[in-house]
């Protein structure tokens, strides 16, 4: 059965290896491009020209612009530098129609200064939504008082109008320009760059324009606003910065992940929550969380191995069986349960009243959702620290094997990776450093008292020698 099991373990292990190194060959194509060796079949880029160039930001109501009427004007960045970062903020007119529920675009056009977007043939431009449909975020009260912060907007709402989706604004629009002076090989050219694109042919070479890119990933529901019929105009803070061509495949491929994940049906709040892992984490310490997260894995088979064996021979060395030591050591487990719930239970119920008295929540339903959460996460670091406290009374430690033990350590703290990372409630992810605390302190454990090998450790190994290590003196 054992060598079943560690059989089945090495073989999905296996499977996430071969994956792991694919991905990895995926990646470096991704972010490696060959370059046109010859004069055959290149493409040139165009800004190595160094055309004056002009940026141009219009909002309409259609999806498609067929003229320049009925389009509104919102940025002109005139000299036009590709190599210079900028941010600026304008106000933009809310029309009609889009407070209505409606929609609204943006039209962002890179054309020749001095000439306008729609008489310059060698422009390039991409449209995107500056709204989004979302059911508002409910109201937050203080449940006994009644008392919001927007308790005005919430009165004027019908209660049937809540569950709704409302047209949210964008306050964000993130551009970006491939500044690569990169010579592509027609013949092979990335499918992801090829669609944002647009050759010309000049002479008896081909040129491609200036590869302008919206980046999507930077939307994130917690900026979104809702478009209320009273708002006329909302603000809009236009960014841009060059980009490189590996990076720019890099972002197209996780657009279209994302996007794919709406397709199966994901809510932009689910696919917000995979954006931030992008957009708000370093790519470089990303891709070191990766790499731990498989060494993690590999770990993981071979504590899975050391569990299974050692269980496996439990019964037969421990039936009947019931030492001194282990007598003391629930006598001690007993009494630190005891005197921790003595602690843990008042400052569970006083954490639910503050939290009632002076946190707004959108229900009584979740107040008491968010009671429960805290009340589990403290009962968790309850039953912690009795392992702490039957250590401190028996005044030793039990035997834990080197390998066992450097998995401990590397489990501990894996968790502290994934907490920075991942978006959670701060009540979560100091949930995640509670473990480190209860490690540290094992660890001053294990350098002040001896160990005994008598104990049975959590893998239900029992050394019958006695300890040799005698215990530190201040």
Request: net charge neutral; glycine share 4%.
């Amino acid at each position: 059965m054992w060598s079943g099991r560690s059989s089945f373990t090495s073989l999905v292990v296996g499977v996430f290896v071969v994956y792991v190194v694919h991905t990895c060959w995926v990646m470096y194509g991704i972010v490696y491009t060959r370059p046109c060796s010859g004069d055959a079949n290149c493409i040139q880029p165009y800004l190595a020209r160094r055309p004056k160039l002009q940026l141009s930001v219009y909002t309409t109501t259609r999806s498609h612009l067929g003229a320049e009427n009925n389009i509104d004007l919102v940025l002109n960045v005139e000299d036009f530098d590709v190599e210079s970062k900028f941010e600026r903020t304008v106000n933009v007119s809310v029309p009609k129609k889009t407070r209505n529920n409606g929609t609204l675009y943006a039209y962002i056009f890179l054309h020749h200064a001095g000439v306008l977007p729609w008489h310059d043939g060698k422009q390039v431009h991409l449209v995107s939504p500056l709204t989004t449909y979302m059911v508002p975020k409910p109201e937050e009260i203080n449940l006994l008082t009644g008392e919001s912060d927007t308790q005005i907007e919430a009165e004027k709402k019908p209660t049937s109008a809540l569950d709704e989706p409302v047209s949210h604004w964008r306050p964000r629009l993130a551009l970006n320009v491939m500044a690569d002076n990169f010579v592509f090989d027609g013949s092979s050219l990335p499918a992801d760059v090829h669609r944002y694109m647009k050759m010309i042919q000049l002479g008896k070479t081909v040129h491609y324009l200036p590869i302008l890119f919206i980046d999507q990933l930077s939307n994130r529901v917690k900026d979104l606003m809702v478009i209320n019929r009273s708002t006329t105009e909302l603000p809009l803070t236009v960014s841009y910065d060059k980009v490189s061509l590996g990076r720019l495949r890099f972002w197209i491929h996780m657009q279209d992940a994302v996007y794919s994940l709406q397709q199966f049906g994901f809510s932009e709040k689910d696919a917000d929550e995979v954006k931030g892992i992008f957009v708000d984490t370093n790519l470089y310490f990303l891709a070191l969380t990766f790499f731990v997260a498989a060494f993690h894995l590999w770990k993981v088979k071979k504590a899975l191995k050391m569990t299974i064996f050692w269980r496996g021979l439990m019964p037969e060395f421990q039936f009947g069986t019931y030492s001194e030591s282990e007598r003391k050591t629930e006598e001690y487990d007993t009494q630190a349960m005891k005197y921790l719930s003595y602690l843990l239970y008042p400052l569970c119920v006083g954490g639910a009243v503050y939290s009632l008295l002076n946190i707004k929540y959108k229900s009584w339903y979740s107040w008491l959702i968010n009671s429960f959460v805290n009340g589990v996460y403290a009962f968790g670091f309850l039953f912690m620290l009795p392992q702490l406290f039957v250590n401190y009374k028996l005044k030793s430690v039990a035997h834990l094997p080197w390998k066992a033990f450097t998995y401990k350590a590397f489990n501990t703290f894996i968790d502290d990776v994934f907490a920075f990372i991942i978006t959670m409630p701060t009540s979560h992810r100091l949930a995640c450093f509670r473990d480190d605390v209860v490690f540290l302190v094992y660890l001053y454990q294990r350098w002040l008292y001896p160990v005994d090998k008598r104990r049975v450790n959590e893998f239900g190994e029992s050394y019958e020698e006695k300890a040799t290590r005698a215990p530190h003196t201040d």
